[in-house]
């Protein structure tokens, strides 16, 4: 009892942001992962590229819009990777978002490029 009554009560921990405001950001993957990059917008879209240095190059790797609700994330191609075909455009994630990065989890995809995410962490760059 006297060990405890001398310690200071540890600060509360702020709660977690919403993964819908954690989301917005660049990641990339290391090695031996790859070295591809995404951004992830406020506005809803997403733009990957071969890695961070070249998001403004053009055609990027792929392009298109996103939607998260709670820890699932619903990927829709629009343009490059993943948009050649009709039943490979969207792929359906859980993830784990945090400061730090992104864990992938498939649920369901049929695009073999971007089913490559399973289980990997991307880190945040900013």
């Known amino acids: 009892m006297v060990l405890l009554a001398?310690?200071?009560p540890k600060p509360?921990?702020?709660p977690k942001p919403p993964n819908t405001d954690l989301i917005a950001g660049v990641y990339e993957r290391h090695k031996?992962?790859?070295e591809t990059a995404?951004?992830?917008e406020t506005n809803g879209s997403y733009r990957i590229a071969k890695n961070r240095e070249q998001f403004d190059v053009d055609p990027p790797v792929g392009t298109g819009t996103y939607k998260i609700d709670g820890d699932t994330l619903v990927m829709t191609a629009d343009k490059g990777q993943c948009?050649?075909?009709g039943g490979t455009k969207e792929g359906t994630y859980k993830v784990v978002l945090?400061?730090?990065g992104i864990r992938w989890?498939?649920?369901a995809d049929r695009c073999e490029a971007r089913s490559r995410y399973d289980g990997?962490?991307?880190w945040r760059v900013r």
């Open 6 to 8: 001398g310690c200071p």
């Open 12 to 14: 509360p921990v702020p």
């Open 32 to 34: 031996p992962d790859g």
């Open 38 to 40: 995404i951004r992830f």
């Open 83 to 85: 948009a050649e075909a």
């Open 98 to 100: 945090s400061k730090v």
């Open 105 to 107: 989890t498939r649920v």
């Open 120 to 122: 990997q962490t991307w």
